[in-house]
């Protein structure tokens, strides 16, 4: 650990395992962007993807009250925020056949494209495949709509960071283990430090979002580092207000 006094290591780092995160005491709004990961009413509601994938819902609402405590800090202090969103093309032309093909592998038969109380499942323009009220982005805040699990592959989602300097990635969100983590992990190949906050992403189970979270700090940090809610906010409170 660098020899830097205790006061000034908390308001330019982050608490996190396995390192003070960022490793280079870069966190600021001008390089560290927030990333909120398929907030939708297909993996937070009843009737939704999730749901007909046959799991239950309450682990990915239970995070919906740390979320909005997260943006709301975020956003007083000027930090960019982005949300991404999952989904497929009415007519299922980017939809590889193994991908149909295994999401309607479940106890109900039906998956991506298949009518729902939320319209077709996991497709865009559909009620299902928007941000849920709680967490609804504000005017000015990037949606990136994604075909698959993570934000970068056949997105416009690497432009838009490097134009704006973002080599900081907070992510939360869900689910954990899928698109939480395999954008983590794109992120990481292309260079930007990740952090995932524990307590503000959720599985379809527990034993997943565990292992997910795990997984992250092996290695001395392999894809990143974690850290809890509480960690994150101390941290914006004890940023330097007039540094970038």
């Not at 109380?117 to 709509?145: K, N, Q, S």
Request: with cysteine.
């Amino acid at each position: 650990m660098r020899n830097i006094p205790e006061q000034q290591r908390i308001a330019r780092y982050i608490r996190a395992k396995p390192y003070l995160w960022p490793h280079n005491n870069s966190f600021s709004p001008a390089t560290t962007a927030l990333v909120v990961i398929d907030m939708q009413r297909d993996f937070c509601e009843e009737g939704g993807y999730l749901s007909r994938q046959g799991y239950d819902v309450s682990l990915t609402r239970a995070i919906i009250p740390n979320l909005q405590h997260l943006l709301q800090r975020f956003r007083i202090a000027n930090f960019p925020v982005y949300h991404t969103r999952e989904g497929h093309r009415p007519d299922l032309s980017d939809l590889p056949a193994r991908e149909l093909y295994r999401s309607r592998n479940n106890p109900s038969g039906l998956g991506i494209g298949d009518q729902g109380p939320l319209g077709r499942l996991l497709v865009r323009g559909e009620p299902g495949h928007d941000i849920i009220p709680e967490l609804y982005p504000l005017e000015g805040e990037p949606v990136i709509d994604k075909p698959g699990k993570g934000a970068f592959n056949h997105t416009d989602f690497d432009l838009l960071l490097r134009v704006r300097g973002i080599r900081n990635l907070i992510l939360c969100g869900v689910t954990t283990d899928v698109c939480v983590h395999t954008t983590m992990r794109e992120a990481n190949d292309r260079g930007y430090d990740c952090l995932l906050i524990e307590d503000c992403c959720a599985a379809s189970e527990q034993p997943l979002h565990d292992a997910a979270v795990e997984m992250v700090k092996t290695e001395g940090g392999i894809f990143g580092a974690t850290a809890t809610l509480h960690d994150v906010l101390l941290a914006i409170d004890l940023h330097p207000k007039d540094s970038a």
